[in-house]
């Protein structure tokens, strides 16, 4: 191997984190308490009544200032495709595409904000950025179909507040737990 190559590859490698047995544990754990989160859903009065607030965001987020914003992203992807292999889907996959996209706009840059800097106070800045965002994505309804594809601003917002202050006042004390040595 060339002294580029062994360069190229070393620098790859800090690019690129890895995921160790304890992360991916981690990873399926917070995944597996978002899906029964998700099965506890509460409707809103000013939304449609296909659209209730639940709390899988949650582990997500933990997951994101735990471990960083890929494994948020990871979290959030399991914990999709476990929900669509326990309870089928009735939007074909439309609304859990929306489900994820929606939670990757929350929480990857509320985890890229925390990592800077891992303060209580980066961390509310981050889920706000992470809230503003959600509702920022549904601006581009402009049909039906995107209407049914980005959900409704005002859901987001509430579901964003509520997530962020849920995680706010427990992630620093169960934090520990996701320590990776």
Known sequence: MST???TLTNADAKIQPKLGVKALVQIGMLSAIAV??????IPLPFAPTFYKIDLSEVPVLVG??????????????VKILLNLVLTGTQTAGVG?????????SFCVPAGLIYRRNRTRKSA???MVTGTV??????SHITSLSTFVMFAVAPFN?????VVSLIVFLIYKKISPIF???
């Open 133 to 138: 965002l959600m509702i920022v994505i549904n």
């Open 157 to 161: 917002l509430v579901k964003g507040i």
């Open 36 to 41: 029964v989160l998700m099965m506890f859903d």
């Open 96 to 104: 859990e595409i929306a489900n994820f996209i929606i939670g990757c």
């Open 4 to 6: 580029e190559t062994k």
């Open 179 to 181: 320590r990776i040595r």
């Open 124 to 126: 509310l800045i981050g």
């Open 64 to 77: 994101c200032f735990a471990m960083g914003p890929m494994a948020g992203v990871l979290v959030e992807l």
